[in-house]
């Protein structure tokens, strides 16, 4: 031992009296060697609490590690913070007993030093990657608050630091991200992680800038709290919007061909009818045969833009409860005659009272697209089969959580192989001919569902027939009673009712005028809205019926100052489906809108509801 260059000692007796080689008494330092042959503890008074009960233990025989003890030591003239681990071996006497204690010290200096260095660089790293990131980081309490943030959220923000921790975090969150921020914090505080959710958060001048965000809880869940990370996907979203647009371009481009087609085919049909009404005008049985005609095909126009409408999203969505009963009632005649006399159509009842949140147009265009798709995938006849039943969705699946209503159409044709219902809701597919389809029902379907907070879905593809289920979040309704589309002449009379009828169209004010005339009404037409409003004054009507794209003042313009002349007049906008936006901005949601095309039993309908008779 004492020629050993490794620090070592014996501590000998109940006295514990110290032996030590030259390694150790450069540990002593100034107590050396005052120290040598002295009691440990009377040198070591400092350590007698830590280490006296070790030593008792190894005297009854215990022998005894130690890591990395923290000494000063004065070894080289100066203090300087040692670290030794200790190993203690008992040292046995002839009876059986302890005589003494022997130990080997070990230096760990260096590699303590080393170990801290490594840390402190990896910190350093660490705070160096949190300064400098462009992304968010943050660490949010449960409660609603940040509790530490790097400096890039002052930077993005164009707020300073307190103000951003001073103020619960959902006060920096754009108002329509708040509903899925409160999801996620859920979904943290059940201990799982959330990645990829979008919330925008807004700058100080109110500048909302879109991060994607992943977010993990603490791990210790009594801390309450979870770790965040942000990206600013500005770019990205500008990105992506270019690539939709591009698709969009090349759809449309895919489209014309088959529209062109269509619409060539309907406008064949109407001109050929009227051609043939005007060659030989005096048959009436004849005549309103063509018409009627003319007017399917017509109809086939309407629906196929106002589906082009639907798809540029150009057509505003109207979301209102809904009710089913009336809507399925007044689609009835629709559905029998779209499915054709080979399909038997078998209708649920609904009950009453049970109501979706849609627009009622679109729903009922979905339907028919469904209808139209089973009679062309039953060309030999089968079954239409329209059922409505409510349904609790769990908080697992999507869209939300709530009650909805699904409105399942099934049929029993050709039903649709595994890749065809893969792709039979993007736009523009379809596996027929050209001429034949568009391949805009089941994305229009899908469009309408999902606008209305519902989803659209394909239940059952093979191996015959097809089930389409759209479900649409519920709402109870009071049953209204179902409009009666079958209504011939008309149903009120409205004598002594003048309309005034402002359109630049001649074309369309007489068919106006002879609608209105036809309805029971007295009529007063005008050409623009100066001569309007003059007869707004002489002929003092009783509702008045404006187009809304007129070259001079338009229909909105001609009603604010109508309205400021005549407060309680009813004013009906002719329009068509793109112009209903610039209407409501100028005349508040209340305005009373006829989509063009519309025919007169559109007109008394739209015209009865203004006067109050319907
Ligand atoms: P389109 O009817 O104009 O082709 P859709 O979007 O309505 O366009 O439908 C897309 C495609 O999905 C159809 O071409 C057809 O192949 C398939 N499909 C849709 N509904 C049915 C159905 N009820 N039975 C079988 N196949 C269908
Ligand atoms: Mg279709």
């Given at each position: 031992m004492m020629n050993s260059g490794q620090p070592m000692f014996i501590a000998w007796g109940p006295q514990r009296i110290l032996l030590y080689n030259d390694g150790y008494s450069a540990m002593l330092g100034p107590r050396h060697p005052a120290a040598y042959a002295r009691p440990f503890f009377e040198t070591w008074p400092e350590v007698r609490d830590s280490v006296g009960s070790l030593m008792d233990r190894v005297f009854e025989g215990e022998p005894i590690h130690m890591d990395d003890l923290t000494l000063t030591l004065h070894r080289n003239g100066y203090p300087e913070e040692t670290h030794f681990s200790f190993s203690y071996t008992p040292v046995p006497d002839e009876g059986g007993g302890v005589a003494g204690l022997f130990c080997a010290c070990t230096e760990t200096t260096g590699q303590v030093t080393i170990q801290r260095r490594q840390v402190a660089e990896a910190k350093r790293e660490r705070d160096r990657l949190f300064e400098m990131s462009r992304d968010l980081f943050g660490v949010a309490t449960f409660d609603g608050y940040l509790t530490s943030i790097n400096p890039a959220w002052s930077r993005q923000l164009g707020r300073s630091e307190t103000e951003i921790m001073a103020r619960p975090f959902s006060d920096i969150i754009h108002p329509d991200d708040l509903a899925a921020t409160g999801d996620v914090v859920a979904t943290l505080r059940e201990g799982k992680a959330v990645h990829q959710f979008h919330v925008r958060l807004l700058k100080a001048d109110g500048t909302p800038i879109a991060y994607a965000w992943s977010a993990v809880p603490e791990a210790d869940v009594a801390s309450w709290s979870f770790y965040t990370v942000g990206r600013d996907i500005t770019e990205d979203l500008r990105r992506e919007e270019i690539v939709r647009q591009g698709h969009k371009m090349e759809a449309v481009g895919q489209l014309t061909g088959g529209l062109a087609h269509d619409f060539n085919n309907l406008l064949q049909a109407a001109h050929g009818s009227l051609d043939l009404i005007l060659r030989r005008p005096d048959d009436p049985e004849r005549v309103a045969r063509l018409a009627r005609n003319g007017l399917q095909a017509t109809e086939r126009g309407a629906k196929l833009t106002a589906q082009l409408l639907a798809f540029s999203r150009a057509q505003k969505l109207e979301l209102r409860p809904t009710d089913m009963t009336g809507l399925i009632a007044g689609m009835n005649e629709i559905l029998l005659s779209s499915a054709g006399p080979l399909v038997r159509v078998a209708v649920d009842e609904v009950r009453p009272g049970l109501g979706v949140m849609a627009d009622p147009t679109q729903l009922e265009m979905a339907l028919l697209n469904l209808a139209i798709n089973a009679r062309d995938a039953m060309p030999e006849g089968g079954d239409l089969t329209i059922e409505i039943a409510e349904r609790m969705v769990d908080?697992?699946?999507?869209?939300?959580a709530g009650a909805y209503v699904e409105i399942s159409v099934s049929d029993t044709g050709t039903g649709m192989p595994a890749d065809v219902a893969a792709r039979a809701f993007e736009p523009f597919f379809t596996t027929k001919g050209v001429g034949k389809g568009t391949g805009l029902g089941l994305s229009q379907v899908y469009a309408m569902a999902s606008q209305a907070g519902g989803t659209a879905r394909i239940e059952r593809h093979l191996p015959r027939g097809t089930t389409i289920v759209i479900s649409l979040p519920l709402v109870r309704t009071a049953p209204e009673a179902a409009?009666?589309?079958?209504?011939?002449?008309?149903?009120v009379t409205y004598e002594a009712r003048k309309v005034l009828v402002i359109d630049d169209d001649p074309d369309v004010r007489r068919f106006l005028s002879a609608s209105l005339e036809s309805l029971g009404f007295d009529v007063v037409v005008a050409e623009d809205g100066e001569r309007g409003l003059a007869a707004l004054e002489s002929a003092e009507p009783d509702l008045l019926l404006v187009d809304?794209?007129?070259?001079?003042?338009n229909g909105a313009q001609v009603a604010a100052l109508a309205r400021a002349r005549r407060p309680r007049l009813p004013i009906v906008f002719a329009s068509g489906y793109s112009e209903t936006a610039a209407i409501e901005e100028a005349v508040g949601p209340t305005a009373v809108l006829l989509r063009k095309p519309f025919g007169v039993s559109d007109l008394e309908a739209v015209l009865g509801d203004a006067l109050g008779t319907r």
């Open positions: 908080a697992e699946s999507r869209p939300s409009p009666d589309h079958a209504a011939t002449g008309p149903s809304y794209a007129m070259p001079g003042m």
